[in-house]
């Protein structure tokens, strides 16, 4: 039986987040989402979109002339043969990440993907689907991200971060919500609690604002 997946759309653009940022990079995003966060800026992908087989979504992705390619969502691993997908664009040579919500099993993820684990705050209103037993399988190449709302879940996600000890598993990301926390905020925080995290804008949505498709 030929493999394949819903997909809401394949698209070229710049990476706005995580450790490739600013690198064109093929973004293939797949349908479906068991969560419903408050600030979701993807809702248009949680029902529609088209069945692929992964041998044409492959050949779409080497239509762009790049090696950076991104599996987003929705949540991408809520389609079992997402895990294939994974496997055959690295296996093609591509730096693939996988954006997930961290709310899914990450243990069967290829080693040679970067995994993006979006750890849920209390700000985004599911927090209790947190999956906490998948940081155990996090390596130095994945990078954890929190969206941060308020200031309360700024000192939520530094007790999870001491926790856990993220930093010393894999990079950390703290990333304002957008248009919810303004970044100098958020900064200003960083700063004085001196945490070893990094400081991440959605790129993206600086250059083009907050539109689907880029």
Known sequence: MTETLRITEIFYSIQGEANTVGFPTVFV???????RCQYCDTAYAFKGGEQMT??????????YDTRYVTVSGGEP???????????????????????????????????????VLDIKTPGSGEVNKNLWEN?????????VKFVICHEEDFHWAKTVVSTY???????????????????KSLAEWILSHQLPVRLQMQMHKLIWGDVPGV
């Open 29 to 35: 995003r797949l349908t479906g989402c068991p969560l």
């Open 54 to 63: 992964l041998a044409a979504i492959i050949d779409e992705v080497k239509a």
């Open 77 to 115: 691993l809520a389609q079992k043969n997402c895990i294939c997908l994974l496997k055959d664009l690295c296996e093609q040579g591509y730096h693939v990440s996988l954006e997930t919500s961290g709310a899914l099993d990450i243990q069967e993820v290829d080693s040679c993907v970067s995994i």
């Open 135 to 143: 940081i155990a399988f996090l390596k130095p190449n994945d990078q």
């Open 165 to 183: 000890q993220l930093t010393e598993r894999c990079s950390v990301l703290f990333s304002p919500s957008y248009e919810e926390l303004h970044p």
